[in-house]
């Protein structure tokens, strides 16, 4: 046995060693296909003994660690954010604060500012031990299992290593993953992230960790703490980082004067296109750590540092077309096809218009050249028309006066920007729209069903009302399959187990209480928080049906327009047939004695929920909904208590203190609702 425990410290030694070559030093050493021998030799090894898997075997790259719930750590040193600034007056102005404190020769370090989301790694003797995100600055939530299939984070540092360190960076997500990632989501029918950053903040939160190494995730690192580091600046110790195993810092450069600040600035805001990754800006710290202690911190920001972030990149291109999209509610929605243009990274080809009274502000003429801006990086919008490059004669775009799915003609209510199409029983996009709504986790939570499969369902003439989805049978889903044309085209099948998950999700959501039910129904303006009070106030479907205008708007934030839009719903025949059969296939359409209110002690009184319970914190707000009150999402003035749990968030307790509004424990929280 000792030559089985032998042979997988090798393995693992020689695999982390070409992982160290491949993902810190660009310098692969073997190919693909031997690494992933290697790989498959220490898992067939490890699972045959599992007692000899060690704390840094490189196997937890490939995930398999399930996480129900992520608990909440506490930084051991805060984590603070950055003040910053958009102008070069602002960094002239910090220099001069700078030198007003520190009267001795001031050097900078210049770094990129990486777009992607903020994270702390704890090594002890060597050995990851734990990965947390920012979170509030004070506690963040451990998500270390999924840390570990970052390839470009070390389990186990090697050299002259300290024994407890925390180094701090940036999770990112480069474009070409990014791009993969939501080529894939599409192909499944699911709604594409809208940016990198959103694509590894929720990567990084995902329960699976086996999904998470699939997502390509890279790491970029700027900070170093501990007791005893080497280096009294931070350019010598964040190269040091190097040393015991980390990537070396891409972009870090000193310089001795503001001039030299703004000169990186200009050049990279120039050479960041050609990265791999976003930035969306530069950070400049003071390098000497003697210096950084007398100038100091305020409480949520150093002194002497600053986020230099890069103005919005604008250009113009030639608007070739416009298409209108129609939504689950009718809206349309005009979008721009335009001559693709690089910007910011990436190559944008559709812009949204908004509405009419946007294009109209815009005063939009065909083949005109639009200024296209992407604010903050991330979603292309157009902001202007270049004036200069428009054509002789040419004339105005109008908005379309029928919709361009079903012919009907549009229609726009006083006082809403909004245009519509009124066919909501025959066009095919809000037909679609209703039935993917009418899935969501805010609605029925038949999670086992997506965009993609309710898309197949619909195509193949299964489905076409919300009551539907409960006459599917296992027969009619068995061996369905659908092309999917993108690129290329591939063929979707519904097998044994996806029939099974479906036909249990749907069986599963019988028991989805009323106020989500009448969520589901997509009644025009209703959504989820009015869904709520209004089944909360008439109990059941059949008072709501027969209520009057009068009776409507005594719920609270029902005014006129919700009032005439739900009984508008329930005047329709078509509306009423489709409740009835949801009825008879056992869906919950009045509110049983468990989720009616208890009580009236809690009338009028908002109470702001933090920490951790005995019960999960949905419970505890439905508790106070159940008793009259409101659960408030923040602290302010009107905040009449604030319930708090085990870690509760440091910053609503100093809110809740500085405004003198009392906080009470869980157990004060039960004797006031009359609870054990």
Excluded at 116 to 130: D, F, N, P, R
Excluded at 346 to 359: G, I, P
Aim: charged share 25%; proline share 4%; aromatic share 8%.
């Amino acid at each position: 046995m000792q030559d089985i425990e032998q042979q997988i410290k090798q393995l693992s030694d020689e695999i982390n060693h070409h992982n160290y070559l491949y993902y810190m030093q660009d310098n692969p050493a073997i190919s693909d296909y031997d690494f992933d021998m290697l790989l498959n030799r220490l898992i067939e090894l490890e699972k045959a003994h599992p007692e000899y898997i060690q704390p840094d075997s490189p196997t937890q790259r490939v995930g398999g660690t399930i996480t129900k719930q992520f608990k909440t750590v506490t930084h051991r040193y805060p984590m603070l954010s950055l003040g910053n600034t958009y102008s070069e007056e602002d960094l002239i102005e910090f220099d001069r604060r700078i030198r007003t404190l520190v009267h001795e020769p001031v050097e900078y370090v210049c770094e990129l500012k990486y777009d992607g989301v903020a994270i702390s790694l704890t090594y002890e003797h060597g050995l990851l031990v734990q990965g947390a995100t920012r979170g509030d600055g004070r506690q963040g939530d451990d998500v270390t299992a999924n840390i570990k299939t970052i390839r470009s984070v070390p389990l186990r540092l090697h050299g002259d290593y300290p024994d407890w360190l925390e180094v701090r960076g940036e999770i990112i997500l480069p474009h070409k993953q990014f791009n993969q990632l939501n080529e894939e989501r599409e192909e499944m029918g699911e709604q594409p992230f809208a940016n990198p950053r959103n694509a590894a903040s929720g990567s990084l939160k995902l329960q699976d960790s086996t999904e998470v190494a699939e997502r390509g995730l890279d790491c970029r690192l700027y900070y170093a703490l501990g007791d005893n580091l080497p280096g009294n600046n931070h350019y010598d110790r964040i190269s040091k980082l190097a040393e015991w195993g980390f990537r070396k810092q891409d972009v870090m450069e000193k310089v001795d004067s503001i001039e030299g600040v703004i000169d990186f600035m200009h050049r990279w805001d120039t050479l960041r296109k050609q990265l791999p990754y976003d930035t969306d800006g530069i950070v400049i710290k003071v390098n000497s750590y003697a210096q950084q202690q007398q100038i100091g911190a305020t409480a949520k920001s150093p002194r002497w540092a600053i986020a230099y972030k890069f103005k919005a990149e604008k250009v113009a291109t030639q608007l070739l077309s416009i298409d209108y999209q129609v939504g689950r509610t009718g809206i349309v929605t005009p979008v721009a096809n335009l001559v693709p243009v690089q910007l910011a990274g990436t190559t944008v080809k559709r812009a949204t218009l908004n509405n009419s009274s946007f294009m109209d502000s815009l005063d939009i003429h065909e083949d005109d050249y639009l200024f296209v801006e992407k604010g903050g990086e991330i979603i292309p919008k157009i902001v202007g028309v270049d004036l200069e490059q428009r054509k002789p004669g040419a004339v105005k775009v109008t908005f379309i006066d029928r919709c361009p799915e079903c012919g009907t003609p549009l229609i726009q209510n006083d006082g809403e920007a909004g245009i519509f199409c009124p066919n909501d029983l025959s066009c095919p996009p809000q037909i679609k729209g209703k039935l993917e709504y009418f899935i969501t986790r805010k609605a029925m939570n038949i999670d086992s069903l997506g965009e993609g499969k309710v898309k197949i369902l619909y195509d193949n003439g299964l489905i076409h009302n919300i009551d539907d989805f409960y006459k599917l049978t296992y027969d009619q889903l068995l061996g369905l399959s659908n092309i999917i044309t993108d690129e290329g085209e591939r063929t979707v099948s519904f097998r044994e187990k996806t029939v099974e998950n479906i036909l249990t999700g749907i069986e599963q959501s019988k028991q989805v209480p009323f106020e989500r039910v009448l969520n589901a129904l997509g009644i025009r303006y209703v959504g989820e928080t009015t869904a709520k009070k209004i089944a909360r106030h008439f109990k059941n479907i059949d008072a709501l049906a027969n209520a009057t205008k009068e009776e409507l708007m005594e719920v609270d934030d029902v005014g006129d327009r919700i009032a005439d839009s739900i009984i508008a719903y329930f005047n329709r025949m078509e509306n009423l047939q489709t409740i009835m059969n949801l009825r008879q296939a056992g869906l919950k359409f009045s509110i049983n004695e468990e989720e009616a209110n208890l009580s009236s002690r809690l009338e009028g009184k908002t109470i702001v929920v933090s920490g951790v319970f005995s019960i999960p914190r949905d419970e505890i707000k439905h508790k106070i909904e159940q008793h009259g009150g409101k659960p408030g999402s923040s602290v302010s003035k009107k905040t009449d208590f604030v319930l708090a749990g085990d870690n509760m968030g440091p910053e609503k307790r100093k809110k809740a203190e500085s405004l003198g509004v009392p906080i009470i424990t869980e157990e004060e929280f039960y004797q006031m609702i009359g609870e054990a």
